[in-house]
């Protein structure tokens, strides 16, 4: 089963060199001479000066920053945009499309609302793209009944949702978002719709807050349903909720994987194997979507993009997936947690696109098929031919034969003694599958292609608590690490299969969590010397101080640039820094501690949902007063504010300095004055707020006592 291509496919997509590419090659030379000169400065200072622990503290931390600035540079040496021409399709006739499998992931039905999954399912069943030819595939992790509910009514709901939407020509095409349009009830047809729209959302919501749907109702669904049915521990259900026989509404297929407390189940990257082998027996198609349950279609055309690529002959058969970025809803003016990644999503991803293609990150990502059966030239076929990628489904999703084997792949022992998760399919051995899973298809030789059309594809729900930020990237620094110190480790096993610069741009990820270094040791060393009046930094008069001068004013400045250019502002930008300093002192900071204690049996890190349910209305109020929310506190907020106490006794201590004494300028109180300004939310939770978003009175206690030890023990080390 291949793609139907054209000689006219090329031109559906064209390439743009970023113009700022010689200002970045030429900066990162003269760069690079300033890292090696205070390389070389630090390895002198090492062997005269009697600090020596200073000096290697010192040392270790540039050395982190060095490599962490040479993998970004990596990214900045070719950086690329695209652009798609889609309505080259329009007039093509039907059978010019390939199949479309979606396959969209939940786990918990209260962290993740069913009624928001149900939106977005809806939004992808209303592509503008032949209804016959798509069929969507839910995974429900918890095999909760609320959910399966909720796409019940979601199925009969599109029957209607649907044709309104392709005979109107919408373009939000999420009922929820589409109805809380001023515009949405501008006729009688919408109006109508609205209101049964309405009653299929307060069933759901209903049976959500009851917590059980009445089963003598809906017998025949929810019979596998009974008392000793658990999260952890059931059958497999799958479930055909919606036939495209008529052609009017796509497939749509619930499954729920068999699982039990003594087998592995892989997370994310478990259930997208399932889905993967149960969508090959029911319907094969050659085109993958993969999508979390709450990153609503928001672009009808986002296939036929995707299309540009996969259908161009001259780059199709080595082409693995087309990445899209992406977009939150719902993110506060100046986003000060951060959320929209723009880092990530944003900045690394044209530079990525200029080399190898750009990394998959999980959601919004169009793969072809085969890159999941081993490299280009090297087809790994499945145990059962069945599974074959190439295979024509022709059999009726809903036969008898189909749905027994669909079963039986779905199942928790299926996998043993197969290549599934380590050949074949989504990767295991890492909480960050999807990093994994892309770069493991980069080293087998498939190319990706990023996507960024102008109306963004999809939106998703971004954390609107600090807490659900930094438990969620804590999340991805473990999965990190296991990816650093394993068997397929981008320093090694990357470098030699990608080349230099996509391998260093692998590493970039990788690298993440060891930043909690230079940020505890930068937040702490400088400090307490500022505070005995010892220099750790050279003085004003000495030609090396405008060399740390130049190198941190030079990469800020880059920084900012790059924003700029990809559509950030500088509001946006120093949050963006901030919530960098904040994650380093807690996310990458426990991170790297689980990490060990996993690593010693001392822990064992699971995979926790984030919460995509909207918080109560005092939470939501702050959040869009860009007030930071420390609630619930925990001790993972403890180093960060210590480090934000020890740094104001230090700002304090070095004015006097400067004031009484006439000590001059340092770097340290710079430094200093640095750190206090990007703390002030956390002062201001500690000492002003009253609400519940507060800093806790525990937390600020144990970090006062914190930062006494550490001054104590400053002491000791600098004196």
């Known amino acids: 089963m291949e793609l139907h291509t054209s000689e006219q496919s090329a031109t559906h997509h064209t390439c743009h060199p970023c113009r700022r590419v010689i200002p970045y090659r030429i900066y990162a030379v003269v760069h690079t001479c300033g890292i090696i000169a205070l390389m070389y400065h630090h390895a002198y200072s090492l062997l005269t000066e009697h600090t020596a622990l200073t000096s290697f503290l010192l040392l270790l931390s540039d050395v982190v920053l060095a490599f962490m600035w040479a993998s970004t540079t990596s990214l900045r040496l070719n950086p690329v945009h695209r652009t798609e021409y889609p309505e080259k399709y329009f007039s093509k006739p039907e059978e010019h499309f390939p199949k479309l499998d979606v396959f969209i992931c939940t786990a918990d039905p209260y962290k993740e609302p069913p009624m928001m999954v149900a939106n977005t399912v809806l939004s992808v069943m209303a592509f503008g793209y032949p209804s016959y030819k798509v069929s969507v595939y839910v995974s429900d992790d918890g095999g909760s009944s609320l959910t399966l509910f909720a796409l019940m009514e979601a199925a009969k709901f599109s029957e209607h949702w649907l044709p309104f939407c392709k005979k109107n020509n919408v373009q939000d095409r999420s009922p929820e978002v589409y109805f809380s349009l001023k515009s949405s009830s501008c006729t009688e047809e919408a109006e109508n719709l609205k209101k049964m729209y309405e009653d299929v959302k307060e069933r759901v919501e209903h049976v959500v807050n009851i917590g059980k749907v009445d089963q003598d109702q809906f017998r025949e669904v929810f019979d596998l349903l009974d008392h000793k049915f658990t999260p952890q521990d059931h059958p497999s259900i799958i479930k055909v909720l919606q036939n495209n026989e008529t052609g009017i509404t796509p497939n749509l297929i619930y499954v729920s994987r068999e699982k039990s407390r003594a087998t592995p189940h892989h997370f994310k990257a478990g259930a997208l194997n399932t ?127 189909v749905l027994a084997l669909a079963h039986n792949v779905a199942g928790c022992n299926y996998e043993h003694n197969t290549n599934w998760g380590s050949k074949i399919g989504f990767r295991y051995g890492s909480l ?96 307490l010397a500022l505070i005995y009046g010892i220099r750790v930094f050279p003085k004003p008069s000495d030609q090396w101080f405008w060399l740390y001068i130049f190198l941190s004013l030079g990469a ?21 820094q901030r919530m960098w300093l904040i994650r380093g002192l807690s996310s990458f900071f426990f991170g790297m501690i689980e990490y060990t204690l996993k690593n010693l049996n001392l822990s064992t890190p699971g995979f926790n949902v984030t919460s995509k349910a909207n918080g109560d209305d005092e939470q939501k109020k702050r959040y869009e007063q860009e007030i930071f929310d420390f609630a619930p506190s925990s001790s993972i907020f403890l180093p960060m504010t210590a480090v934000a106490v020890l740094n104001l006794f230090a700002f304090v201590s070095g004015l006097y300095g400067l004031f009484a004494w006439g000590e001059g300028l340092s770097l340290e109180l710079m430094l200093a004055s640095f750190v206090v300004v990007n703390s002030l939310p956390i002062y201001e939770a500690m000492v002003l707020r009253k609400d519940d978003g507060k800093l806790q009175k525990g937390i600020c206690f144990l970090a006062g006592i914190l930062t006494l030890v550490l001054i104590l023990g400053g002491y000791f080390l600098l004196k």
């Open 275 to 401: 889905l993967l082998r149960v969508s090959s027996v029911m319907t094969n198609s050659p085109i993958i979507l993969t999508l979390d349950c709450d990153m609503y279609s928001n672009n009808p055309t986002t296939p036929l993009h995707a299309l540009c690529y996969l259908s161009d002959p001259k780059i199709n058969s080595g082409l693995g997936f087309v990445q899209f970025p992406q977009r939150f809803q719902g993110i506060n003016r100046n986003d000060i947690y951060a959320s929209e990644l723009i880092h990530p999503f944003d900045i690394n991803m044209v530079g990525y696109d200029g080399l190898m293609g750009p990394i998959h990150v999980g959601t919004g990502c169009f793969f072809n098929r085969r890159v999941f059966y081993g490299p280009p030239a090297n087809l790994i076929l499945p145990e059962l031919d069945e599974l074959a990628p190439n295979r024509i489904a022709d059999k009726p999703i809903k036969a008898h034969t």
């Open 432 to 527: 960050v599958e999807d990093y994994y899973t892309g770069f493991m298809l980069h080293c087998e030789g498939w190319r990706s292609m990023f996507c960024r059309p102008q109306r963004a594809a999809f939106y998703g729900s971004a954390p609107k608590r600090l807490t659900d930020v930094v438990w969620q990237q804590m999340r991805w620094s473990i999965g990190l690490l296991e990816m650093g110190f394993s068997r397929y480790s981008p320093f090694t096993y990357g470098l030699k299969s990608l080349g230099l610069f996509t391998g260093l741009g692998y590493c970039y990820y990788v690298v993440w969590p060891f930043c909690s270094i230079p940020l505890t040791v930068y937040g702490v060393l400088p400090q």
């Open 556 to 576: 800020y400045a880059q920084d900012l640039a790059d924003f700029l250019l990809e559509g950030g502002t500088c509001q946006k930008w120093w949050n963006d």
